[in-house]
């Protein structure tokens, strides 16, 4: 658990907007008919054109630069000339970038063109689920504070979490400490200081939290074969709100 000095908090800034900007761009690219491969190609052009590296290839060998999940894929799923996304798809982009010695990482889930009203919900509610994590990540708090937050709002609405995957710290590397669940897990909770830097992941399964892995040794699904959806953010533990670090600065009016 390490709390950055202003000189790393200025890099994860610089990194989180071109992870956000990346992710910003592949979301728009999207569209029917385009294989996974595709896409995966297009993400890595727009991180080499904003100067950075994508933190996934090679990273435990994984091959793509991009993680894109189709419909009932969790997590780290790989593009392929053989996937094609279709209307009524909903794709996971896991965007991790190395810039300047900085990781920046989120994640969104779209929409192929359009989608069920079923799936925009599974959609929007763990998105919401994000944003409640955000919120309790407070200097102070602990980090059961902002699995509980995440729980409850998605239990309530009747998914549930992934619990063999789970949010982390970043900074110069892909995975820090501390580990932040998307569920309370009844272990001792670190305490959230300022200059801490997190990602909040919630992956929410339309049915059980049970999942698989796929013979390629990466693509999770879920058990039932029921969608999934995951967003993503990393942030930043201040003195006062916590502050988004994969966010792009307003558009000039």
């Not at 385009?34 to 054109?49: K, P, S, V």
């Not at 409850?152 to 900074?171: L, W």
């Not at 999942?211 to 040794?217: M, T, Y």
Request: hydrophobic share 40%; net charge negative.
């Amino acid at each position: 658990m390490i709390a950055r000095n202003p000189k790393d908090v200025e890099g994860m800034r610089r990194a989180g907007r071109v992870a956000a900007q990346v992710l910003d761009d592949v979301a728009a690219f999207v569209r029917p008919g385009l294989t996974t491969a595709e896409i995966d190609r297009f993400g890595a052009e727009r991180i080499a054109h904003y100067g950075g590296r994508s933190a996934f290839l090679g990273y435990r060998k994984f091959p793509c630069h991009l993680c894109l999940s189709v419909n009932e894929e969790v997590v780290h799923g790989m593009g392929s000339e053989e996937r094609r996304v279709e209307f009524g798809d909903i794709v996971s982009i896991d965007v991790g970038v190395l810039f300047e010695g900085y990781i920046g990482d989120n994640a969104r889930t779209v929409s192929v063109g359009g989608c069920s009203p079923d799936k925009q919900r599974l959609m929007d509610v763990t998105e919401q689920a994000l944003y409640r994590g955000i919120a309790a990540a407070r200097a102070g708090n602990r980090v059961a504070d902002i699995s509980r937050a995440v729980q409850r709002h998605v239990e309530a609405a009747g998914y549930q979490v992934v619990r063999e995957f789970v949010g982390h710290g970043v900074g110069h590397t892909m995975h820090e400490e501390p580990q932040v669940p998307n569920y309370v897990d009844g272990k001792t909770s670190p305490k959230l200081r300022v200059g801490m830097a997190i990602a909040i992941e919630p992956m929410v399964n339309a049915g059980t939290g049970a999942i698989r892995i796929l013979p390629d040794g990466w693509t999770v699904v879920s058990r039932d074969g029921e969608p999934s959806a995951h967003f993503e953010h990393s942030v930043l533990i201040t003195e006062d709100e916590p502050e988004i670090l994969t966010c792009l600065p307003p558009a000039a009016s």
